[in-house]
């Protein structure tokens, strides 16, 4: 791709008027990484003229899931920058300023027809097979003609006077794109001189704030032209496009919100580490050209390239996402992976913090620690897909008494209930004789080493572990005994026997 000595400069310019989703966190993420890799900058721009339906917890949510995505802006709102402000509600001036220009060239003029002359038009042109384009009905009125009927309280739109003409750009992912203008009509670009549409307000402000790269989804390519043909008009340089595939559903449809279209938060709120989803979203659609899916963002910026990005769109697949989160969780620093799961377990009634630095483990009435807490996320770090999931996985260790529905579990399929009842006693007189200062993983292994050979590891260990958590699957009951203790694990063990004799 050809690049000028400009200094490239790319943005995001998501509308407030809904919470960040994970088509626009994927395309602020290429842009960022584009900047980067270039050394250029990128800016957060907020989008807000669509006045009634801008609220200031969309932008907050916007903020909050790009910094935490590791998306960091040079210029935008919340940081400032040479090109303030950021929020289009705040330009009014600016635009009022071109929007004039237009108007006093000639090249734009006041619309007077009403919503339901448009739609009427509309449909009749629908209804013939032929574009719905505006009729140019007010096209011929002169600004002294026009000003007479706003005096008189005559409510009109502002429309930009297309040129009739073939409009051709080269698309760095789709290649060469040509649009008739004759099928655009004269674009509405305000509502009146204060409050710019869209698509004018996105022309102005990639001008003002130097813009050289528009890399966005591909459902606006149809407003490219639009937007040339006023860049054109107005003497602005004519930004580079690239525009992104979208992320579609399994069904490849648009995605929805049951397949995974919800807010950046709520992928955060549910136990998602930033670095999962990071590498899940810049994957969709972009591959290194080799086996590679593990990228840091340092990795990303030095191997992204724009060109290579693909044309149809990219399905979104949540057991990838969770595949990537898994890893990730894996590979956490024990003590960073505890206090990342620390709220889950507060959240879920768990623990409850004191003084001190402790916790107390609300169902036993016990104290502990963060050691301790670091010993039972370490249990289940290697089996959850999503931090949110610790709660439940770690649930046993939090109770005096585990809830075992059914007693068949504890039977190994290899052994009958006499079995295994006569192996528990024996495990249970084997542990009591391990005192409370030497009970620990390699002396619980060592103790009950003669019995694993004596009657299979299968009748020994499989009613533990049952015993000891109260399900089938969870970790080796070494490790949680280890964790457990003494006291627990033993009271634990003749619960089972109890149960199992009563069946």
């Not at 001036?93 to 060239?105: A, C, G, P």
């Not at 505006?134 to 003609?145: M, N, V």
């Not at 950046?264 to 050209?289: R, T």
Request: charge should be negative.
């Amino acid at each position: 791709m050809k690049t000028t000595l400009q200094k490239i400069r790319t943005r995001i310019a998501p509308s407030p008027t809904g919470y960040l989703h994970i088509g626009t966190a994927r395309t602020a993420l290429i842009n960022y990484i584009f900047a980067k890799q270039h050394k250029g900058d990128f800016v957060l721009r907020i989008e807000d003229t669509d006045i009634l339906r801008s609220e200031s917890r969309f932008e907050d949510d916007i903020v909050e899931g790009l910094e935490w995505l590791g998306v960091h802006w040079d210029e935008g709102v919340k940081v400032g920058g040479d090109n303030a402000p950021y929020r289009q509600s705040e330009r009014t001036e600016t635009y009022k300023k071109y929007i004039k220009e237009l108007l006093e060239q000639g090249r734009a003029y006041h619309c007077f027809c009403s919503e339901e002359e448009l739609e009427a038009h509309r449909q009749s042109m629908l209804s013939e097979g032929k574009p719905a384009v505006y009729s140019g009905r007010c096209a011929g009125l002169g600004q002294k003609e026009a000003k007479e009927k706003m005096e008189k309280g005559e409510k009109s739109i502002i429309r930009f006077r297309s040129p009739s003409k073939k409009i051709k750009f080269e698309d760095v992912i789709k290649g060469g794109v040509e649009f008739e203008t004759d099928l655009i009509g004269d674009i509405a670009i305000a509502k009146d001189e204060n409050t710019p549409l869209y698509n004018f307000a996105v022309v102005v402000d990639d001008h003002e704030m130097n813009i050289t790269h528009v890399i966005r989804g591909e459902d606006h390519v149809s407003n490219t032209p639009k937007q040339i043909v006023m860049q054109e008009a107005l003497g602005f340089k004519r930004p580079i496009y690239a525009h992104l595939s979208l992320v579609l559903g399994s069904d490849k449809r648009k995605l929805s919100k049951r397949e995974g279209a919800v807010s950046l938060v709520e992928y955060k709120k549910d136990g998602y580490l930033p670095e999962a989803l990071l590498n899940f979203l810049i994957l969709l659609g972009w591959s290194p050209g080799d086996d590679r899916e593990v990228f840091s963002i340092d990795e990303l910026i030095k191997e992204f390239k724009l060109e290579k990005f693909q044309k149809s769109g990219a399905i979104f697949n949540i057991k990838k996402l969770d595949w990537f989160n898994a890893y990730y969780i894996k590979r956490k620093n024990i003590k960073e992976l505890a206090e990342l799961c620390l709220p889950y377990l507060l959240e879920a009634d768990l623990i409850q913090e004191v003084e001190g630095g402790k916790f107390l483990i609300k169902s036993a009435s016990e104290k502990v620690g963060m050691e301790w807490i670091e010993k039972v996320v370490f249990l289940e770090k290697e089996r959850i897909k999503k931090l949110s999931e610790i709660s439940y996985a770690v649930s046993f260790f939090f109770t005096d008494k585990v809830s075992m529905a059914n007693s068949d579990i504890l039977i190994w399929k290899k052994s009958s209930k006499e079995e295994v009842l006569e192996a528990l006693n024996k495990v249970l007189m084997k542990l009591d004789s391990v005192r409370e200062g030497e009970f620990n993983e390699v002396n619980l292994k060592d103790a009950l080493a003669g019995l694993a050979e004596e009657y299979g590891n299968g009748t020994i260990f499989w009613p533990l572990r049952v015993a000891l958590s109260g399900r089938e699957a969870s970790p080796g009951p070494l490790e949680m005994a280890d964790v457990l203790g003494r006291e627990k694990t033993l009271s634990r063990i003749k619960d089972a026997i109890s149960l199992l004799s009563e069946k």
